[in-house]
């Protein structure tokens, strides 16, 4: 298991890395995400030297409202684009795992529009991962994309896709975590992790390990019954980093009870 945590947007990009190598995490969830980590504004040499020195891995993700199904081409085809860059950008600073959050805004649409122009911008976007040496996941997302059948429209029709599994997601609008079930249909295909606690309902909290409800020793459970034992990023968002230490820690020690 490897332990990481994902930069802010809004801040410089190397001194988000030196704090998370400081605290002897393991890679870096690096978001390429406007103001401050957005792709045409990063500076790809001070991140990939700064990577070097400190030893930190690093997986790929990009922003969580590129509009992938608009219904407007002219903006689906620009989400196209950005993503094919920051998949050149993750190859070249040597990510293995980009991160894909399927869109679910296109009003007066069905769910099976949706669904199509997301595979369209998948698949037109491989070739470039391909080229770049990264691989896509696609990230579970609460009320839209969160169950086996509702995953299953992008996996099961796109084998090149991997699962990128967050657990506190799999615990929003659903009567219960629906982690274990993923794990079961689809833990072979697991390429990534998020964990951050919850206590149901809509809210995407983003709390602590433990400050929530979710029941993380049955999560680590599934996680272990799937044969999964790779990048861990704890989103846990607060500016007080102790939070974050805190959930680390209580992180291994979950691990290995």
Request: charged content about 25%; some cysteine; overall charge negative.
């Amino acid at each position: 298991m490897k332990i990481g945590a994902m930069n802010h947007p809004g801040r410089d990009v190397v001194s988000e890395l030196r704090w998370m190598a400081e605290m002897k995490l393991d890679f870096v969830d690096l978001t390429l995400e406007p103001p401050a980590a957005c792709s045409s504004v990063i500076d790809v040499r001070a991140v990939a030297k700064t990577l070097r020195e400190t030893g930190l891995g690093i997986v790929g993700h990009t922003a969580y409202y590129l509009p992938f199904c608009s219904p407007f081409k002219a903006l689906r085809r620009a989400a196209g684009e950005e993503l094919r860059r920051c998949c050149e950008i993750f190859g070249e600073l040597g990510a293995k795992w980009v991160n894909i959050h399927p869109d679910r805004h296109a009003p007066f649409h069905d769910r099976a529009f949706m669904v199509e122009m997301n595979l369209e911008c998948f698949r037109e976007t491989l070739p470039t991962a391909r080229a770049a040496g990264v691989g896509l996941m696609i990230e579970n997302l609460p009320g839209h994309y969160n169950t086996t059948e509702e995953l299953g429209w992008f996996l099961d029709r796109m084998p090149e896709l991997g699962l990128h599994l967050d657990i506190g997601h799999s615990n929003l609008l659903v009567p219960e975590n629906t982690c274990p079930e993923l794990c079961a249909k689809y833990g072979r295909r697991l390429a990534h992790v998020h964990m951050h606690d919850n206590k149901g309902g809509s809210a995407d909290l983003h709390l602590p390990i433990g400050a929530g409800h979710v029941d993380w020793p049955k999560m680590i459970r599934a996680l272990k019954r799937a044969g999964y034992d790779d990048t861990i990023t704890l989103e846990v968002f607060s500016d007080d980093r102790h939070f974050l230490a805190y959930s680390r820690d209580r992180l291994k020690e979950l691990w290995v009870s």
